[in-house]
């Protein structure tokens, strides 16, 4: 298994600004996951990190909107840029530790935009 | 594409009460399925698994068994508990490692 952290664990932002959230794993990994749950929703991705790489973003997901940096093998920030409401969702990211395929969850960030 | 369909919630049940939440999916070659279960307040957390068909995934009293001829996923439980309330996300994996989920089933579990 894998223990993930991630700050801010809440946030509440103005339109128009960008925030910044972190993610720290307690082991290295290569692939990192983000993944945002608009209220009431699923879960969908919005980018694999890959360290050493450039993200891999899912459809609909764009770097100028969400960028994203993965420095090392134990952490990654995921950027919300330009932020409005429609932005406000609870942002996860993720980890695939060992081979088994199952991945291991940050707690999420709250993000609330007014 | 890879997709999973599971039942609409929430669900709501008696204590004790027997548990099924369906989930079926589409995908290409034979994915790796997941049961996440969300707890009010808390982060996601895996449940169970199962890697091929007839597998059988199983964990605090919860069960799903892989069946390739249905394509179906779905997770069981004999007797819940009012601490068993929670969402419940269905999840595939095709091997590309990130996830596909279900839309999620709230179970409500009443004393």
């Known amino acids: 298994s894998a223990v993930i952290s991630q700050k801010p664990s809440r946030d509440i932002c103005q339109r128009g600004t960008s925030l910044t959230i972190q993610c720290q794993v307690d082991?290295?990994?290569?692939?990192m996951f983000w993944y945002r749950q608009q209220p009431g929703q699923s879960l969908t991705l919005i980018a694999t990190a890959n360290q050493g790489s450039e993200a891999t973003y899912e459809s609909g997901f764009v770097i100028d909107k969400f960028p994203i940096s993965r420095p090392n093998l134990t952490f990654s920030t995921l950027t919300v840029s330009n932020m409005s409401p429609e932005d406000s969702s609870i942002y996860l990211c993720?980890?695939?530790?060992?081979?088994?395929?199952?991945?291991?969850f940050g707690p999420g960030t709250r993000l609330t935009v007014t | 594409g890879d997709s999973v369909t599971q039942m609409e919630g929430p669900v709501t049940l008696s204590e004790e009460a027997f548990l099924t939440i369906n989930c079926t999916y589409t995908a290409t070659g034979y994915p790796s399925l997941f049961w996440y279960v969300q707890y009010p307040g808390e982060g996601l957390q895996l449940l169970l698994k199962a890697t091929k068909a007839d597998d059988k995934g199983s964990n605090k009293g919860f069960e799903a068994t892989y069946r390739k001829e249905t394509t179906s996923f779905h997770l069981e439980k004999g007797s819940v508990q009012v601490s068993d309330s929670a969402v419940y996300f269905c999840a595939l994996d095709t091997g590309r490692r990130a996830l596909t989920f279900g839309s999620g089933t709230r179970l409500q579990v009443q004393p």
């Open positions: 082991s290295q990994v290569t692939m």
């Open positions: 993720s980890v695939t530790p060992g081979q088994g395929g199952e991945q291991y």
